[in-house]
């Protein structure tokens, strides 16, 4: 009997203490207070120096690189582009000597053997004009013998026909004369058709030689399609213009046959591009922090060393940017180009000023004010100078010490706002 009256009272408690501790959790959770600009986080007004800084991206790339040329007479055997057909993977390190790429060989080769036979044929015609040229001048001797003979013969005839009458020797006179004559005309025709065959054999020896300097230029050429690191280091792609990594089936051009570069990693620029609205704050000689988004906890010392004159359009935007190039001091052996950077700027350090994070100040109707802790409720208005990424510069409104509310209170009407003149609420 007293076991079960014990199961009969646990079992009316429990049916009344659920329900009490369900209806307890109910309103914890509906009737949570809510955060009151007392628990809200304060700042202190603060005195002391502030560095007014441009912040940007950039990218690594060496100071000083030496570029890997393709086949340097492109232009002169008429070829005006080839294609790369393989390259070693971008940050290979190489050797003097080694291999780097291989060049299509399709165009080249086509004309190679297109000049083979442009070879032969005038080889085959310089024989040709040679024989050609050598039977003509054997004919031409021998009909100048023959002549000479004629020649001979009719003066001994002169001679027998002393004794004849006059007129058989006058005639006799007359077949020397005419044997003379053709023998002279002949001999200058014979010089003549030795100078034409000089001129001929020149004209295709000339040809000939033409022919077989292009082939050996094609050849050597030829060699220079596989290419070869100059010196040793890490081999880079190049950049076109647009950006793209000049790799596999990209094209090289006659008047820019740059393959690839070999940087000099012992100096390292952080290559960036600052917005026109900043630009006039970024001068040559100005400090800078660089760090690198691969390895978020190194910092470098960093030196602007160039700043350019003329700004150009980004991609796809209406913002103009300025080109800079921020020199890294030392050298690090973890750095590699094409390293994503992170640059802050010093452009000016102002000496013992009042400033807040940024995050306090608001704005509103072109009305800055911060909102003001402790239990007064007041969000007083303030004049601002110039900001970094983090603090601001106050000008007038608040004292150092006083403490101003880091984020925006959740009713932001019960504050009355204190104006800058007067000071009486509003």
């Not at 952080?270 to 100005?286: A, L």
Request: proline letters at 4%.
């Amino acid at each position: 009997m007293v076991r079960r009256f014990d199961m009969r009272k646990k079992r009316i408690l429990l049916l009344i203490g659920l329900p009490l501790l369900v209806a307890l959790v109910l309103v914890l959770l509906f009737f949570k207070p809510g955060k009151t600009e007392e628990s809200s986080i304060a700042v202190p007004v603060t005195s002391g120096p502030l560095e007014i800084t441009v912040t940007t991206t950039g990218e690594l790339e060496a100071r000083r690189s030496e570029n890997i040329f393709g086949p340097s007479g492109l232009r002169a055997v008429r070829i005006w582009q080839v294609k790369i057909d393989d390259i070693i993977p971008d940050g290979t390190l190489v050797g003097e000597g080694d291999y780097v790429a291989t060049l299509d060989r399709s165009e080249i080769s086509n004309r190679i053997r297109d000049e083979e036979s442009e070879l032969e044929k005038w080889r085959s015609q310089y024989t040709r004009t040679r024989l050609d040229t050598s039977l003509e001048l054997r004919n031409a001797r021998n009909e100048l013998v023959n002549l000479r003979y004629a020649l001979e013969e009719t003066k001994i005839t002169l001679e027998q026909s002393k004794f004849e009458p006059p007129a058989t020797i006058r005639q006799v006179q007359i077949e020397l004369e005419k044997a003379e004559r053709a023998y002279e005309q002949a001999v200058q025709n014979y010089q003549l058709r030795l100078d034409k065959a000089r001129a001929s054999m020149q004209e295709v020896a000339a040809s000939l030689e033409q022919s077989r300097r292009k082939y050996e230029q094609l050849m050597e050429v030829l060699k220079e399609f596989t290419v070869v690191a100059p010196r040793p280091g890490m081999v880079i792609y190049k950049r076109n213009w647009d950006g793209a990594k000049q790799g596999i089936g990209a094209t090289v051009s006659a008047w820019d046959n740059v393959v690839a570069t070999l940087p000099d990693l012992s100096e390292m620029i952080s290559r960036t591009f600052v917005n026109e609205i900043d630009i006039s704050k970024v001068q040559v000689g100005q400090t800078a922090t660089v760090s690198i988004d691969a390895f978020p906890g190194r910092k470098y010392a960093g030196e602007v060393i160039e700043v350019a004159n003329i700004g150009e359009q980004m991609r796809n935007s209406n913002a103009k940017v300025f080109e800079v190039k921020i020199l890294l001091q030392g050298s690090d052996s973890i750095l590699r180009p094409a390293m994503t950077t992170q640059n802050v700027i010093t452009t000016r350090v102002i000496e013992q000023v009042l400033s807040l994070p940024i995050e306090c100040v608001h704005t509103e109707d072109s009305v800055s004010y911060v909102f003001m802790a402790g239990s007064r409720s007041v969000r007083r208005e303030i004049r601002t100078g110039e900001a970094n990424d983090m603090r601001i510069i106050i000008e007038d409104g608040l004292k150092e010490g006083e403490m101003v509310l880091l984020n925006r209170p959740a009713d932001v009407t019960k504050y009355r706002l204190e104006p800058l003149a007067t000071g009486k609420a509003k």
